[in-house]
């Protein structure tokens, strides 16, 4: 029987002296069906036992064999678990779709104002016209008109198309005026881009803020792409105009220096004192 000093250490050639621990349970299997890393931790092991026939004793079942887990385990076990992690995407994309909000239409709400103005801002986009901004404190803001909604009906008379008319048909009507608003339903009103969108196409922390304050992840996203352009140049003119203002100061202090020289006869004379700031010391 062969001894530990003569077990033979190279992992390439060594055959017949690992079992697997993994699933296949295989024994008597060539150290090439491991990685290098387990047979050269467990031939570590092997060196380390006295002078003592390695087919028996009670190491056997704890130090000759290989602790670990053929290849082809391991690769199955790989396979699983990248299976097993598609299986949770799958369902969390499942369970995302099932609760995300349905498509719910919007209700029609009246609301009557009985003052101008109204505070109300209209989109520039959309058919219609869609409530861009219920200005803070205004009648129609403090009635509960909030951005994206649409008017549909004035007085309960369904006219204008275009919102030229809808405008004249506010302008003209005679205190109380009673609108008739569609609300968003399931749906959100972005701002920025000024589109009614799927409460999907906003971040959960933006859907907290106020409506008019809300923008879409597409919006906030071009926004910081082009945010730090935006910034860069407003810092370049702020910094061109500050020391254009220096530039005046300096030039009217030398024409100020130079109008006293010529009425006094004395020249100017700057000190080189730095008077009693940071730093000074009583003499």
């Given at each position: 029987m062969a001894k530990a000093e003569e077990l033979n250490t190279d992992w390439q050639r060594s055959a017949g002296d690992f079992h697997c621990l993994g699933p296949c349970q295989r024994k008597r299997l060539p150290a090439s069906e491991f990685?290098?890393?387990?047979?050269?931790?467990?031939?570590?092991?092997?060196?380390?036992?006295?002078?003592?026939?390695?087919?028996?004793?009670?190491?056997?079942?704890?130090?000759?064999?290989?602790?670990?887990?053929?290849?082809?385990?391991?690769?199955?076990?790989?396979?699983q678990a990248q299976a097993d992690a598609a299986a949770r995407r799958a369902g969390n994309a499942g369970n995302a779709d099932a609760?995300?909000?349905?498509?719910?239409?919007?209700?029609?709400?009246?609301?009557t104002l009985s003052s101008r103005p109204f505070?109300?801002?209209?989109?520039?986009?959309?058919?219609?016209?869609?409530?861009?901004?219920?200005?803070?404190?205004?009648?129609?803001?403090?009635?509960?008109?909030?951005?994206?909604?649409?008017?549909?009906?004035?007085?309960?008379?369904?006219?204008?198309?275009?919102?030229?008319?809808?405008?004249?048909?506010?302008?003209?009507?005679?205190?109380?005026?009673?609108?008739?608003?569609?609300?968003?339903?399931?749906?959100?009103?972005?701002?920025s881009c000024q589109e009614i969108l799927p409460g999907s196409s906003f971040s959960r922390k933006m859907r907290t803020k106020p409506p008019e304050k809300r923008r879409c992840s597409a919006c906030v996203e071009d926004a910081a792409e082009e945010g730090p352009n935006e910034n860069g140049e407003q810092r370049s003119e702020a910094a061109e105009g500050a020391a254009s203002k220096l530039s005046e100061l300096k030039q009217l202090c030398a024409e100020t220096a130079k109008e006293a020289e010529q009425v006094t006869g004395l020249k100017a004379v700057r000190g080189a004192g730095r008077g009693r700031g940071r730093g000074y010391k009583r003499p």
């Open positions: 990685s290098k890393k387990q047979v050269e931790r467990a031939l570590d092991s092997l060196r380390n036992i006295a002078d003592k026939d390695i087919r028996t004793g009670p190491e056997i079942q704890t130090v000759l064999y290989l602790s670990g887990v053929c290849k082809r385990c391991t690769e199955d076990k790989e396979r609760e995300a909000e349905p498509d719910v239409a919007g209700e029609q709400v009246e609301v505070g109300l801002t209209p989109s520039s986009k959309g058919p219609g016209y869609v409530v861009l901004k219920a200005s803070e404190g205004k009648p129609a803001a403090k009635a509960g008109v909030r951005p994206g909604w649409r008017l549909v009906a004035i007085d309960r008379a369904e006219e204008g198309a275009d919102l030229p008319e809808w405008q004249s048909r506010l302008k003209a009507a005679e205190l109380p005026v009673k609108m008739t608003f569609e609300t968003l339903g399931s749906r959100d009103f972005c701002t």
